[in-house]
T-cell receptor, first 113, second 105 residues
């Protein structure tokens, strides 16, 4: 089991560029999440999904989009990158809702300049 | 008011010391509580879930106080390897900012 994998590990974007952060899990989890973590801060939920074809906004969704066409994959799309999106992005998955632990990917470090 | 608040520390303690962290939450209807550990530049990993009756795992003890709306984590006999940031999590995706712990030889 690879668990949760994320690509790329690092990326530098110019302002206004777009990119997709990839996330894949092999644990057959229904629930998947995208977070961002700014220096010295906790994780903020961007989007989440409770199953293929179902996504919903989290606390900080502006500037991002997601899709969930399969159970395994949950890509995060950044359109028109801005310096405020410089952060570490973590994807996570869990077996179910509130009671279940989350398994995190190793993160993507994104810098927008 | 923030959903979850933690003292950011840092806590610098000698090896063998006992250290405790608290975390307060604002939603009295919160249902689930966790402590995660995050090493520098790594992803968070579950340390332990927090149950109403409290729970213990080796040197780690977690408690929930619903009346005062806080959870706590107690680490006994601190090891150098305990150095990390400890994140409290409420209702699965409300994270505190984390408490930094450094255990000193």
């Amino acid at each position: 089991n690879a668990g949760v994998t994320q690509t790329p590990k690092f990326r530098i974007l110019k302002i206004g560029q777009s990119m997709t952060l990839q996330c894949t899990q092999d644990m057959n989890h229904n629930y998947m999440y995208w977070y961002r973590q700014d220096p010295g801060m906790g994780l903020k939920l961007i989007y989440y999904s409770v199953g293929a074809g179902i996504t919903d906004k989290g606390e900080v969704p502006n500037g991002y989009n997601v899709s969930r066409s399969t159970t395994e994959d949950f890509p995060l799309r950044l359109e028109l990158a801005a310096p405020s999106q410089t952060s570490v992005y973590f994807c996570a998955s869990s077996y179910g809702d509130l009671r279940y632990e989350q398994y995190f990917g190793p993160g993507t470090r994104l810098t927008v300049t | 008011r923030k959903e979850v608040e933690q003292d950011p520390g840092p806590f610098n303690v000698p090896e063998g010391a006992t250290v405790a962290f608290n975390c307060t939450y604002s939603n009295s209807a919160s249902q689930s509580f966790f402590w995660y550990r995050q090493d520098c530049r790594k992803e968070p990993k579950l340390l332990m879930s927090v149950y109403s009756s409290g729970n213990e795992d080796g040197r780690f003890t977690a408690q929930l106080n619903r009346a005062s709306q806080y959870i706590s984590l107690l680490i006994r006999d601190s090891k150098l390897s305990d150095s990390a940031t400890y994140l409290c999590v409420v209702n699965q995706f409300y994270f505190g900012t984390g408490t930094s712990l450094t255990v000193i030889p």
